[in-house]
């Protein structure tokens, strides 16, 4: 039987987030991005205190119950052109990709795998365009620099 690790998939309940920029769970993210064809973008994901030493992960999807792990920061935190970056002592951990396409348009989540055996997760959708970076993009962009 494959282990989430090889299918992507995550076990979790039905727990997440419902409000994106609060700490409703403890997690927190940007609501959207724009990123230029070709770009690449730093998303920063914000958690609680509670959640230092759990595993963290990235996933797409539209529904938190059909979404897909793409990077974890328990196995090679690097997945083709996405790179997952936790810093315990920040409380963030950021998720950048590379290269980006319109086919990497959609939804995406930031997410905790609790060792007590859910997961919460939070959403961003990420929007590939002809045109420039997002206003809250080049703020988050500073933010991270700081």
């Given at each position: ?14 727990k ?5 920029r609060?700490?409703?769970c ?5 609501n ?16 609680d205190?509670r ?8 996933c797409?999807?539209s ?11 328990d196995s ?9 970056r936790?810093d ?15 086919g990497?348009?959609?939804y995406y989540?930031?997410?905790?795998e609790i ?10 959708f ?14 988050a ?6």
């Amino acid at each position: 039987m494959p282990t989430h690790q090889e299918t992507g998939q995550v076990n979790r309940p039905a727990k997440r987030c419902t409000t994106h920029r609060t700490f409703t769970c403890g997690l927190s993210t940007l609501n959207t991005v724009t990123v230029q064809i070709g770009g690449s973008v730093t998303i920063p994901c914000f958690y609680d205190n509670r959640y230092k030493t759990d595993v963290k992960y990235w996933c797409n999807g539209s529904d938190w119950s059909s979404c897909t792990a793409i990077v974890r920061t328990d196995s090679p935190q690097i997945s083709d052109e996405v790179l997952i970056r936790d810093d315990p002592v920040k409380q963030i951990f950021n998720v950048t990709m590379i290269n980006l396409t319109t086919g990497d348009t959609g939804y995406y989540w930031c997410g905790v795998e609790i060792t007590r055996g859910s997961s919460v997760g939070t959403r961003v959708f990420l929007s590939v365009t002809l045109g420039k970076m997002s206003v809250l993009q080049t703020v988050a962009n500073e933010m991270l620099s700081m």
